[in-house]
């Protein structure tokens, strides 16, 4: 969390910096600041609150310059406010920092440079980074932040600049992440490559270890462990057109109508002929697997569960999942020939990257599901699927998940398929799933009636069966996030042995039950709801005249093969989340306390 920029080469650092840090809003928005040297004098603005309310601190002031670091920041250590906004200084104001991350052993620092009488303004950990460069300097930073980045535990990514050498700025990384972007006669540093998109598409991923000191005229140099490395410019496919919502109120709903060219895209790069392929996974034994030990957070995690459901039915491959800030502390009782597949967005969630690292260290293989390629995730990983969902801004998730799911169905298959399994009639039937999901999106307006009819609900449940279970689960994650209103996603079987206690007719009851082999369980436990007074909302098949006749909120769905159930009916429910966030006022794409990205555990 937290989104930290540095940019080397004269410009106008306002609208450089400022204009990078709004791209990294997702990954934090409680307070952010921006250090500029200007005239040989550090010039510093912090601010709580979105960047806009710094952005007008510094509104008439003329920022071109050399060197300038900003930050935005999601709190750990000391609540949201302009004195903990970075970038922190010294006592002198002689140096900069800005940080994502945690130091873990800053007390004792802090307590040892108190004592050594340094003047601390600031609670959070971050400042003790500035404090000991300033203890340390010795005339050169980037020998400085070595040797402080010695005694500091935890994770970082830093970026550090100083008016003793205004041509300058160093950075490092840690189980944090930090980009460089490279232009002719500027160096960019920032947290993910959507800011760096606005310079160039040239990028450099760094290395955990790294510490990197840029110096005017486009100069840089990459020291790991003491020994300098040589390093390789990507060109990235990412375009910064992605980061403007074209013509819609929110990042959310443009990404909710991305979805169906999305699904297009990712069929049309695996599934060749009556094939599935997977070059990425050349360098496994695929006929070999027995096992999957499926890892992700949040809707990560969601879209995991799918792929359990999915793998086991067609391809018999049993799959174990679980969160994993859940699997990185458990005791791992692991199966010979197994892999671990690792979902996640960013790349970049701790509790992800820890939980994959573990596996590594017992000899797992890893596959890396990721959407940003250059991640942490897919270069700790032994194989990379990219879900190629393009850049996700809105914090909730929605076409990154369904990128997830496709890549679940496709992995399916392609097991299958190396086990002999005809699945070719599936793929046959997948090809249609896009134009439904067109159908559904299109049908938005029902949706949002539907919202307006419910937003005032006090708390939803969800309920699914099977293939419909973790849809239940991503439906309620959405709302929550969103609109902030309890909602609990439940396996419709297991509502007697709890949730049904809360049914009365103040409780919004959302049932998936389009068909599928056990849509008559599902309809029996609808009827036990309404026999509860609870307000029923329905997904059903189109052409379900039953439910029709019974019940007045009810979102048709268009007919689909159920195995693709989860890809279609996640999207009304995203669709009436977005609504009811809207209606309820909510900030939709930077929801309170959420960051898109949890780089800290
Ligand atoms: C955060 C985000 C979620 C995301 C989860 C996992 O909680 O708000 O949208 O699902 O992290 O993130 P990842 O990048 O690993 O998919």
Known sequence: MCGIVGVLGFGDKKEELIGSLKLLEYRGYDSSGIAVIKDGRLFLAKKKGKIK??????????????????????????????VNAHPHIDCKGNFAVVHNGIIENYLDLKEELVRKGHKFRSQTDTEVIAHLVEEYYDGDLFSTLKRVLEGLKGSF?????????????????????LVVGLTDDKVIFASDITPILRFTKQVVFLEDGD??????GGYIRIENHGIERSFETCEVEWDISQ???????HFMLKEIHEQPSIVKKLLSLHMKEDRVVFP????????????????????????GLVGKYIIERVAKVGVEIDV??????????LEPDSVCVAISQSGETADTLAAVERFRKEGIKVV??????????????????????????????????????VIMYLLGFYLAQNRGIDVSNLMNRFVDIPSAINEVIERKAELQALARKHHNFGSFLYLGRNLDYPTALEGALKLKEISYIPAEGYPAGEMKHGPIALIDEYRAVICIATDSPLYEKMYSNIEEIKARRGKIIVLATLGNQEIGKEFNDVVFLPKIDEIFSPILNIVPLQLFAYYVAVIRGCDVDQPRNLAKSVTVE
């Open 368 to 405: 890396a599901v990721c959407n940003v390629v250059g991640s942490s995730l897919t270069r700790m990983a032994d194989a990379v699927i990219l879900t190629h969902a393009g850049l996700e801004i809105s914090v909730a998730s929605t076409k990154a998940y369904l990128a997830q799911l």
């Open 157 to 177: 990514a830093v970026c550090l600049i100083s008016v003793k050498e205004p041509n300058k700025i160093v950075g490092a990384r840690k189980s944090s992440p």
């Open 243 to 249: 980061a403007r919502r074209c013509g819609h109120p």
């Open 280 to 303: 990425e996974l050349q360098g496994l034994d695929v006929q070999k697997i027995r096992k999957i030990y499926m890892v992700g957070c949040g809707t990560a995690y969601h879209a």
């Open 53 to 82: 309310a710094m952005e007008r601190l510094v509104a008439k002031t003329d920022l071109h310059s050399l060197v300038g670091i900003g930050h935005t920041r999601w709190a750990t250590h000391g609540q949201p406010s302009d």
């Open 211 to 216: 510490i990197v000191e840029a110096r005017d």
């Open 324 to 333: 994993a800030s859940e699997w990185r502390y458990r005791d791992l009782v």
